[in-house]
């Protein structure tokens, strides 16, 4: 399990002027929730909440289970995320989501995109247990 906290100052990169699209004219406050956890012989769960709490309103939520045999894995996962624009404006932002099934045949290699470098990156201590 995982907690964070950070704080974005304004204008805290000296690197950009008040003009770039990547300025934020506010301060910003996130909060980070997430885990990894082997319920089962067979079975691992997943899950995260990244909160900015400045704007209130979620910047990601993920929720995932995966079932694993000695010749096969299954992973399921749901997901809704800010897509920013990797700008520092609001008002292109929108919300995104959807649903991700993988399917992996052990020795014979996986179809569905790569997900467990995802994983490693947005959840601190995941480590894939199947695939």
Do not use: H
């Not at 301060?27 to 995260?48: C, H, M, T």
């Not at 010749?71 to 989501?97: K, S």
């Amino acid at each position: 399990m995982n907690l964070g906290y950070r704080w974005e100052l304004e204008g805290f990169d000296p690197s950009l002027d008040q003009f770039d699209d990547d300025f934020r004219t506010y301060d910003r406050e996130e909060y980070d929730a997430s885990f990894a956890w082997k319920a089962g012989r067979r079975v691992d769960l997943i899950g995260r909440l990244l909160y900015d709490n400045t704007n209130d309103r979620a910047l990601e939520q993920l929720a995932g289970v995966q079932w694993n045999d000695c010749c096969y894995g299954v992973q399921l996962v749901w997901r809704e995320w800010i897509d920013d624009n990797d700008t520092g404006i609001l008002a292109d932002d929108f919300t995104d989501r959807g649903v991700f099934l993988r399917f992996v045949f052990k020795g014979l290699g996986g179809v569905g995109r790569e997900a467990d470098s995802y994983f490693e990156e947005a959840i601190p201590g995941y480590r894939s247990t199947a695939f």
